[in-house]
């Protein structure tokens, strides 16, 4: 009964390819110098951390593979073996899935084989199958899919151990599975990896510099306090837990892997030697000196820029101003000088910010506190929020709020809330399964839509579990062309 009390004071989001089916006309074989317009993706599932691989521009031909590796494969090969290349697993009418299209790609259970047989005229037939190998037979191929359509969104039976997160660095780039789309030949048309990125922003600098954060399109997490170190979903996921936990990594691991906006709700507990924590609705989550210690770490070590955007103020502050007042003093303190002078308004430029070397601006959404600590606080980013509970009308409020931007004439940064909200009832009788499969249901969603069609007008894009997004990716390509206008 406590945990259907607790739940039902919750206040959360959720979660969403408008599905486009891409027609990639070819004639004969397609050249090596076309493999940019092929692209492709590894994201991670929520439910179950099992490994995506999508792609768009495939050209779809006979012996065409996506092949994933668990090291960079800079070559590939065929060869007869008993002993072949197992194929991901996956179901199209798997409630746990994702994926685009009516027909997903063609599969056999994990530990089926993929098959080969040599076909040339005359040739004595092979005693073993043909399979693929990379780099030589030096690396293991863990997955094998034949593309069914031109963009397509797949989830492999391959699981992601998070320990492999843990371990990147600000020095970071692509470790731990790669995907390439290679052609009957071997030719590696495209690749791609499980990457992190650490330096985005100052990687970009001579690009980003002269532009504001409003004109950046920026990843961003929803609820980014709402995690557990090492938790294991499979194992260890509660009722609770399946509506309170919104990231899959901590806030190093957020940054780490691109957010540059951070959901913050503050809750104060005034009995506790720690008084503030990071509260999802009622629930309490990690403390916030947990949470500022590593955003700390993480702008001293990269020279990054991150919005701390601090939003609901849900436990602990009732309606005066006092508990306002221990938390900017609190964040001034713990912060010291990485904050940002709110006397640089939100008009400045990149560059403007980092020749300051204050690069954590605290967005505070509370006008009173604003007014009273104009040396310490930002005004707060506005959250174009749609709370509601399914991907038809999540996709019309996007579409909404992002086609009728009157806000894009302003200086302030605004995040589209990429996801789900359940409502109370909902949450108490689980109907919706939790918000990790709400994220899986969307996410593959959210991240074709940005990608293709909201993205050159988004600002911020917040989303549950991101690393089942492609939004940094997006955000790459979106702000490199940003210098062309």
């Given at each position: 009964?406590?945990?259907?009390?607790?739940?039902?004071?919750?206040?959360?989001?959720g979660?969403?390819?408008?599905?486009?089916?891409?027609v990639?006309?070819?004639?004969?074989?397609?050249?090596?110098?076309?493999?940019?317009?092929?692209?492709?993706?590894?994201?991670?599932?929520?439910?179950?951390?099992?490994?995506?691989?999508?792609?768009?521009?495939?050209?779809?031909?006979?012996?065409?593979?996506?092949?994933?590796?668990?090291?960079?494969?800079?070559?590939?090969?065929?060869?007869?073996?008993?002993?072949?290349?197992?194929?991901?697993?996956?179901?199209?009418?798997?409630?746990?899935?994702?994926?685009?299209?009516?027909?997903?790609v063609?599969?056999?259970?994990?530990?089926?084989?993929?098959?080969?047989?040599?076909?040339?005229?005359?040739?004595?037939?092979?005693?073993?199958?043909?399979?693929?190998?990379?780099?030589?037979?030096?690396?293991?191929?863990?997955?094998?899919?034949?593309?069914?359509?031109?963009?397509q969104?797949?989830?492999?039976?391959?699981?992601?151990?998070?320990?492999?997160?843990?371990?990147?660095?600000?020095?970071?780039?692509?470790y731990?599975?790669?995907?390439?789309?290679?052609?009957?030949?071997?030719?590696?048309?495209?690749?791609?990896?499980?990457?992190a990125?650490?330096?985005?922003?100052?990687?970009?600098?001579?690009?980003?510099?002269?532009?504001?954060?409003?004109?950046?399109?920026?990843?961003?997490?929803?609820?980014?306090?709402?995690?557990?170190?090492?938790?294991?979903?499979?194992?260890?996921?509660?009722?609770?837990t399946?509506?309170?936990?919104?990231?899959?990594?901590?806030?190093?691991?957020?940054?780490?892997?691109?957010?540059?906006?951070?959901?913050?709700?503050?809750?104060?507990?005034?009995?506790?030697?720690?008084?503030?924590?990071?509260?999802?609705?009622?629930?309490?989550?990690?403390?916030?000196?947990?949470?500022i210690?590593?955003?700390?770490?993480?702008?001293?070590?990269?020279?990054?820029?991150?919005?701390?955007?601090l939003?609901?103020?849900?436990?602990?502050?009732?309606k005066?101003?006092?508990?306002?007042?221990?938390?900017?003093?609190?964040?001034?303190?713990?912060?010291?000088?990485?904050?940002?002078?709110?006397?640089?308004?939100?008009?400045?430029?990149?560059?403007?910010?980092?020749?300051?070397?204050?690069?954590?601006?605290?967005?505070?959404?509370?006008?009173?506190?604003?007014?009273?600590f104009?040396?310490?606080?930002?005004?707060?980013?506005?959250?174009?929020?749609?709370?509601?509970?399914?991907?038809?009308?999540?996709?019309?409020?996007?579409?909404?709020?992002?086609?009728?931007?009157?806000?894009?004439?302003?200086?302030?940064?605004?995040?589209?809330?990429?996801?789900?909200?359940?409502?109370?009832?909902?949450?108490?009788?689980?109907?919706?399964?939790?918000?990790?499969?709400?994220?899986?249901?969307?996410?593959?969603?959210?991240?074709?839509?940005?990608?293709?069609?909201?993205?050159?007008?988004a600002?911020i894009?917040?989303?549950?579990?991101?690393?089942?997004?492609?939004?940094?990716?997006?955000?790459?390509?979106?702000?490199?062309?940003?210098?062309?206008?």
């Open positions: 009964m406590l945990q259907l009390v607790l739940i039902l004071a919750l206040s959360m989001s979660h969403a390819l408008a599905e486009e089916e891409q990639y006309v070819v004639g004969g074989s397609r050249p090596a110098a076309d493999a940019h317009q092929l692209k492709l993706w590894l994201t991670i599932s929520a439910r179950k951390r099992f490994l995506e691989v999508s792609w768009k521009n495939a050209p779809v031909r006979d012996g065409d593979n996506v092949l994933l590796t668990a090291q960079d494969p800079l070559s590939f090969e065929q060869r007869s073996t008993p002993i072949g290349t197992p194929l991901a697993s996956f179901q199209s009418n798997n409630e746990e899935g994702s994926g685009s299209g009516e027909d997903q063609a599969y056999v259970p994990i530990h089926g084989y993929t098959s080969t047989p040599s076909s040339r005229s005359g040739a004595e037939p092979s005693k073993y199958p043909t399979v693929w190998v990379a780099n030589g037979g030096n690396t293991d191929i863990v997955a094998a899919i034949k593309p069914s359509l031109s963009a969104w797949f989830t492999t039976g391959v699981p992601f151990d998070y320990a492999l997160s843990r371990n990147v660095t600000s020095e970071s780039s692509c731990g599975y790669w995907a390439s789309y290679i052609d009957a030949n071997g030719r590696i048309l495209s690749k791609t990896c499980v990457r990125y650490p330096r985005w922003m100052t990687d970009m600098r001579d690009i980003l510099g002269d532009l504001r954060l409003r004109d950046l399109f920026i990843p961003g997490t929803h609820d980014s306090g709402s995690y557990r170190p090492n938790f294991d979903p499979l194992l260890r996921e509660s009722v609770v399946k509506y309170a936990l919104t990231q899959d990594d901590d806030i190093r691991g957020q940054l780490m892997h691109g957010a540059r906006y951070l959901d913050i709700r503050v809750g104060y507990f005034r009995s506790a030697p720690e008084k503030f924590f990071i509260y999802h609705g009622i629930t309490r989550q990690r403390p916030l000196q947990e949470v210690e590593q955003v700390k770490d993480f702008v001293l070590e990269t020279n990054e820029i991150v919005i701390f955007g939003k609901e103020f849900p436990v602990g502050f009732g005066g101003l006092g508990v306002h007042r221990l938390l900017v003093s609190y964040l001034r303190e713990q912060f010291g000088d990485l904050v940002a002078h709110p006397s640089l308004t939100w008009h400045a430029t990149m560059r403007d910010i980092w020749k300051r070397q204050q690069n954590v601006i605290l967005a505070y959404d509370k006008d009173q506190m604003v007014q009273e104009p040396q310490t606080l930002f005004g707060g980013v506005e959250q174009r929020w749609g709370n509601v509970q399914s991907w038809a009308r999540l996709e019309t409020h996007l579409r909404y709020v992002n086609g009728f931007d009157m806000s894009r004439f302003s200086s302030r940064p605004v995040v589209d809330m990429a996801e789900l909200t359940p409502e109370t009832w909902g949450v108490i009788l689980d109907k919706h399964g939790g918000l990790r499969k709400m994220a899986d249901n969307i996410n593959w969603r959210i991240s074709q839509l940005y990608r293709d069609e909201l993205g050159n007008n600002n894009v917040a989303a549950d579990f991101i690393r089942g997004t492609t939004l940094m990716d997006t955000a790459i390509d979106l702000n490199r062309r940003k210098i062309a206008y």
